[in-house]
């Protein structure tokens, strides 16, 4: 892989970047065709990462399809994949990690305790053996993009990071690899995150400043089909801060993460007063 990204840089062309967990769908596809408008080169890599899972998570279940998610890779313009095995990202005596302070507080640094290092390290893994100009994430996991924006500022990698809008299935669900996890029954239950987001987003668009009563929208939704709450946030839309109140000119976003069956699911939404 370093040959290769040696041989594009000699052509002097630019390398775009997007670093996944495999099992793609439409949201990685959309990262990689905007990668091909930014730069000459697209290169994608397809690694479910160990560090970033924890004991008791889905790492040995994760979905995989990796025949799939290298058509998939070609269907989008892609044209180099890195597959690396565990052994090759982490040999034995492997003792360097990366850990991003602040952004990585709360929410999910919370929750799942060292995943944020494992995302850090790897990502800076990634750019280090790619070099790229650019590197494209999805704004589903928004915690996530905020570390890895800071991680590349704070070690002047040189790489602009860009994040893409999530993208959502016609009823409003956002796309995950873990959406295979659930029944049909599970499926239309899961529509209460988006709609406990949309709902916030619209009573904020029509000038409600109180945080409470936001997070209480969100959470009747969530109720009502019995989903299990892991957290519901709304928070500065660059340092991840919690709010009471949204103020005019000020980005906000609401979180969520909650349990509908055993699938833990994510998903986020921008604020704006009025």
């Not at 399809?65 to 565990?86: K, Q």
């Not at 109720?223 to 519901?232: I, K, L, N, P, S």
């Amino acid at each position: 892989m370093r040959a290769w990204v040696k041989s594009v840089q000699q052509r002097g062309q630019r390398i775009a970047l997007v670093p996944t967990m495999g099992f793609l769908h439409e949201g990685h596809l959309s990262l990689m065709r905007e990668g091909g408008r930014r730069a000459d080169v697209v290169a994608a890599s397809i690694f479910v990462n160990p560090t970033q899972f924890g004991p008791k998570e889905d790492l040995s279940t994760y979905p995989r399809d990796a025949e799939g998610d290298l058509a998939r890779c070609g269907s989008a313009g892609v044209f180099g994949v890195y597959m690396p095995e565990p052994s090759a990202v982490y040999p034995p005596g492997y003792q360097t990690y990366v850990n991003v302070e602040e952004v990585s507080r709360g929410l999910d640094g919370e929750k799942r305790p060292g995943h944020f290092r494992g995302v850090a390290t790897v990502v800076a893994k990634l750019l280090a053996l790619f070099r790229p100009e650019v590197a494209l994430f999805g704004e589903k996991d928004y915690q996530q993009l905020q570390v890895i924006t800071r991680l590349a500022a704070d070690l002047e990698l040189g790489v602009e990071i860009v994040g893409m809008p999530t993208i959502r299935e016609k009823d409003g669900l956002a796309m995950s690899s873990r959406n295979s996890y659930l029944s049909a029954e599970e499926r239309v239950r899961a529509l209460a995150l988006s709609r406990g987001l949309f709902a916030a987003q619209h009573r904020a668009a029509a000038g409600e400043r109180d945080v409470s009563k936001l997070v209480a929208l969100i959470r009747t939704e969530l109720e009502g089909v019995q989903a299990r709450e892991d957290y519901v946030e709304i928070v500065d839309a660059s340092r991840l801060t919690s709010l009471s109140t949204l103020e005019e000119g000020a980005p906000a976003r609401a979180l969520i993460a909650a349990f509908v069956g055993k699938t833990r699911l994510i998903d986020n939404m921008a604020l704006q007063l009025g």
